[in-house]
């Protein structure tokens, strides 16, 4: 998500908040089960394929 759009969805929690809305109405609702996560700083050459494999690099440590 370009940060311009990250900056419009705090603008909307924002109102909403505001406003009370009921969070059976908000987008919130919608997408609360959603499984996206905002990753910015990547070149927007990579694929997702190139992502996932950044990512599988880095496996949790277990905490002893």
Known sequence: ???????LINELNERE????V???VS????YRDSAW????GFPYELSEGD???V?????????T
């Open 1 to 7: 998500i370009p940060l311009t759009k990250v900056k």
């Open 55 to 63: 990512f599988s690099q880095y496996v949790p440590q277990s905490v």
């Open 17 to 20: 908040a505001h406003l009370g």
């Open 22 to 24: 009921k969070d059976s």
């Open 27 to 30: 987008w919130h609702t919608e």
């Open 37 to 40: 996560v905002f990753v910015g």
């Open 51 to 53: 992502i996932i494999c």
